[in-house]
């Protein structure tokens, strides 16, 4: 058995939605290259503009990402108003919450960004990114805000709207992006102008902005009417409290880990230093968590409410089989991505950030690309153990695992960085990443299988035999292909032959590795074929 049709169903009704908009969150990352570069002009701006999700993520994140849906399907459930109290309540104090923390971080730019920068940054480059975090830190109150009523959405049953919601982000981010360009022109070089600040910072902050009110009124038809409620004691968010403190912690120790590696990765372009560093190290971890965004998070976010549900009603073997399930479905595409991804990486780079003042710089990014690969696939198979541990409400469980996660990370991200040099920094840091969440998957795996009393193991190993054998040949049938084009075309550096190549080399390995799966009969991926083929218009005869 596979994920429940349901599942598939909403899965790809937000899978549509991730698809455009991790397409168009890309030709963003295209234009950005080539308006800022890959160095230490472009990681001025992309530090600053990243921290307002870092910070929101350690302030709220994880508690209106995991904890907050399974205690919304129990109000909904329990409750009288079916949840209409609570979910007032909660966005009610949330807003509080995010606005007073969003006014202090405001106020405190210099002291916040001197977290996140290597000491050689220093004079105009540290002002410039001074005065960017104050243009993005307003971003704090948005994101939250964006989550919170997206997760209300989800809890109705709504699950495209938050999906197709980060689209007018990135166009509102495009259209900067490209009046940058055409007001000022591709720089790569140096501080930035108030002008400049003024136009990246608060386009970045207007798109955010953008993506949560699109959302607002989507409560309205999803049966939800806001009204503000502040009689808070004995409403039950107590509890929900108590389980997020250690939601909190969680984010605490991952935010703890991610702000070594932000300031090791600053590190690699302070001093005008010619090496890989941010920019490129964020870039490439964006490109490469394409198909967890499009396939596992899809699966995700329209499972939880199944796997809340599961355990509130103590049926610990729907819990599993339905976590199983949808693990395998998950990595049957994970797998032959993260196989395929370093034969195809100096090609992407070319095609996604070789343009302006990239051109000349965009193969940095292919290493740190190869390098990613498998630390998405560990990455998918501990994301998903979460949920399970979330509709448990076993967070103290994640917190401790997610210790040991952040300790390898740092760990192994200071030594890779010091035993290198600098144009090796964001390779390295990819490759700290991967081991990290090498330990990590391992370890949430073996915990919640022993908490649910098994996760279908044999079946797993099984999959996954047959998967890995059917990703390796579509591998290598891509591999042989690669080198014909090459001794017959030659790939080069020009834009044309790289588009080509990734065309024909990933057609093959997508072609191979379907038909193997159906001679192997790896029903994963036969049924979401044959789900997607059902659903394609298909021309009337006569």
């Known amino acids: 058995m596979t994920?429940?049709?349901?599942?598939?169903?909403?899965?790809?009704?937000?899978?549509?939605?991730?698809?455009?908009?991790?397409?168009?969150g890309l030709i963003r990352s295209i234009l950005l290259a080539a308006a800022l570069g890959t160095g230490g002009h472009a990681d001025l701006f992309n530090i600053a503009n990243t921290i307002p999700n870092m910070l929101y993520i350690l302030l709220a994140g994880g508690v209106f990402n995991a904890v907050l849906v399974p205690q919304l399907i129990r109000a909904m459930k329990n409750d009288a108003d079916g949840g209409e109290a609570y979910t007032n309540?909660?966005?009610?104090?949330?807003?509080?919450?995010?606005?007073?923390?969003?006014?202090?971080?405001?106020?405190?730019?210099?002291?916040?960004?001197?977290l996140y920068l290597d000491g050689g940054h220093a004079g105009a480059e540290r002002e410039s990114v001074v005065d960017f975090a104050r243009y993005c830190l307003p971003q704090v109150f948005f994101y939250g805000m964006f989550v919170l009523v997206g997760q209300v959405l989800n809890a109705r049953g709504r699950f495209g709207p938050m999906m197709w919601a980060p689209i007018a982000n990135n166009i509102i981010s495009m259209v900067v992006l490209v009046a940058y360009l055409v007001v000022f022109g591709p720089s790569s070089t140096g501080a930035y102008s108030s002008g400049e600040e003024l136009v990246l910072g608060l386009g970045s902050t207007l798109g955010i902005a953008a993506q949560f009110l699109i959302l607002v009124p989507y409560l309205k038809q999803a049966g939800f009417t806001y009204r503000p409620r502040f009689d808070f004691r004995g409403s039950g968010l107590g509890h929900t409290l108590k389980l997020g403190i250690w939601t909190v912690l969680f984010v605490i120790v991952n935010q703890i880990a991610y702000t070594v590696v932000v300031r090791l990765a600053s590190?690699?372009?302070?001093?005008?230093?010619?090496?890989?560093?941010?920019?490129?190290?964020?870039?490439?971890?964006?490109?490469?968590?394409?198909?967890?965004?499009?396939?596992?998070?899809?699966?995700?976010?329209?499972?939880?409410?199944?796997?809340?549900?599961s355990a509130a009603d103590g049926r610990p073997a729907d819990l599993a089989r339905t976590l199983?399930?949808?693990?395998?479905?998950?990595?049957?595409?994970?797998?032959?991505?993260?196989?395929?991804?370093?034969?195809?990486?100096?090609?992407?780079?070319?095609?996604?950030?070789?343009?302006?003042?990239?051109?000349?710089?965009?193969?940095?990014?292919?290493?740190?690309?190869?390098l990613f690969a498998p630390g998405i696939l560990f990455f998918t198979v501990h994301y998903l153990m979460l949920r399970g541990f979330y509709a448990l409400e076993r967070t103290r469980t994640v917190f401790w695992v997610q210790c040991v996660i952040a300790v390898v990370n740092i760990a192994l991200a200071v030594a890779l960085v010091?035993?290198?040099?600098?144009?090796?920094?964001a390779p390295a840091l990819a490759l700290a990443y991967a081991g990290a969440y090498g330990v990590g998957a391992c370890g949430s795996y073996v915990l919640l299988r022993h908490l649910l009393g098994g996760l279908q193991t044999p079946r797993l190993v099984r999959f996954l035999i047959r998967v890995v054998i059917a990703g390796g040949g579509a591998a290598v049938a891509a591999?042989?292909?690669?080198?014909?084009?090459?001794?017959?075309?030659?790939?080069?550096?020009?834009?044309?032959?790289?588009?080509?190549?990734?065309?024909?080399?990933?057609?093959?390995?997508?072609?191979v590795f379907l038909v193997l799966a159906r001679v192997m009969h790896i029903r994963e991926v036969n049924e979401l074929v044959e789900t997607v083929s059902r659903r394609l218009p298909v021309p009337r005869r006569g």
Do not use: C
Not at 89 to 98: E, K, P, W
């Open 267 to 309: 590190g690699g372009t302070a001093d005008g230093a010619d090496g890989t560093g941010y920019t490129i190290y964020s870039g490439a971890f964006l490109l490469t968590m394409v198909p967890h965004g499009i396939v596992t998070v899809s699966l995700a976010t329209a499972v939880l409410p199944t796997l809340s549900a």
């Open 324 to 370: 199983s399930d949808t693990l395998r479905t998950s990595l049957a595409f994970i797998v032959p991505f993260t196989m395929l991804l370093p034969l195809l990486s100096h090609d992407i780079a070319r095609v996604v950030w070789g343009y302006g003042a990239a051109a000349d710089s965009y193969d940095d990014y292919a290493p740190t690309v190869a």
């Open 3 to 24: 994920a429940p049709k349901t599942v598939i169903g909403n899965s790809a009704v937000m899978a549509a939605g991730t698809i455009v908009s991790r397409f168009s």
């Open 418 to 425: 010091a035993a290198t040099n600098a144009d090796f920094t």
């Open 479 to 511: 591999y042989a292909v690669a080198r014909g084009f090459d001794a017959l075309v030659g790939t080069g550096d020009g834009l044309v032959s790289s588009v080509l190549f990734l065309a024909l080399v990933a057609a093959v390995d997508g072609l």
């Open 89 to 114: 309540r909660i966005i009610t104090l949330a807003g509080l919450f995010l606005a007073g923390v969003t006014a202090v971080l405001v106020i405190a730019a210099p002291w916040v960004m001197a």
